[in-house]
Each structure stands twice: as structure tokens, then as C-alpha cells.
């Protein structure tokens, strides 16, 4: 991973609660940093995705408590979870709504930024949208 990817994410996580239209008071919002522990997912420059990903979730989460929502972290640490637990711990919490950062890495056949999303027509999926309008805006990258 590059620095100026990295400062890039930086940058738009900053961005995050001006790109929420609706108000984020009263939602319950469930952080998952990808990855942790054993596994560390993508490596590049010595870095490991999931050290990454759970610096961009911690300072992710007080961006949205300012804006008046719960947040609820899958992990805090360096520590593996599995998915069905990622997935339990925002089902137990009631979570309105489930972010997983990860930082994805290829070869040269595949590239480009993803957000995913449940289903369609949702307000996840709103979110979503937009989260992946200003992704590629601020990394310049392929959809």
C-alpha cells in the first residue's frame, strides 16, 4: 500500500459524517475491522491490512458518536474473529447498520475500490452508494 493511498482513506474518514444525508442520532452502527490476529489479510510496505483497517474503524468511531450514533466494534485490538461472530455481535446489539473496512489487494487482473452491501433499495444500501461515490472521489480509483 502506498503513502498517498494511505493518506487518502485518512482523509476521507474524516469526511464520513458530512456524506450521511439523514442524521445519524439514535442509529446503532456496527464497525467491523476486517481481518486481526492470524489473520492479518493483505500485506504491502510492511503494512498489514488489518492494522489498517483498525485504525481507520477506531478513528471512524467517535466521528459518528459526535453525530449522535452508538457505535459497536466487532474488535478493539489485534485479535481474530470469526464471521459468524462479526456477524452475531451486531445482530445481539440490534445494529441499524454494519460497516467491515478492509483494504483490498490483487494482481493485475483485478482492481479498484468495493463497498458492499446486503441488499438493494435499503438504507444500507443508500450508504453504501454513498460511501463508494466519495471513495473513489478522494482515492481515484476504479469503480
Given amino acids: 500500500m502506498k503513502k498517498n493511498i494511505i493518506i487518502s482513506i485518512f482523509l476521507f474518514v474524516l469526511t464520513i459524517p458530512f ?8 442509529k446503532k452502527i456496527c464497525i467491523d475491522p476486517g481481518h ?6 493483505a500485506l504491502g510496505d510492511g503494512i498489514k491490512e488489518s492494522d489498517m483497517v483498525l ?3 477506531l ?6 458518536e459526535n453525530h449522535g450514533a452508538t457505535v459497536i ?3 478493539t485490538d489485534d485479535v481474530y474473529v470469526t464471521l459468524q461472530n462479526r456477524a452475531a455481535i451486531a445482530n445481539n446489539n440490534n445494529a ?8 483490498n489487494a490483487f494482481d493485475t ?12 433499495g435499503s438504507n444500507g444500501y443508500t450508504l453504501a452508494s454513498k460511501i463508494q461515490s466519495k471513495l473513489l472521489e478522494h482515492l481515484n480509483r476504479f469503480d
Fill in 109 to 120: 487482473t483485478a482492481h479498484g475500490t468495493e463497498t458492499l452491501t446486503y441488499q438493494t
Fill in 73 to 75: 466494534m466487532t474488535r
Fill in 19 to 26: 456524506i450521511l444525508s439523514a442524521t445519524l442520532s439514535g
Fill in 36 to 41: 486481526g490476529g492470524s489473520d492479518p489479510g
Fill in 96 to 103: 441499524n447498520i454494519f460497516i467491515s473496512h478492509h483494504l
Fill in 55 to 57: 485504525d481507520i474503524s
Fill in 59 to 64: 478513528r471512524t468511531k467517535p466521528l459518528l
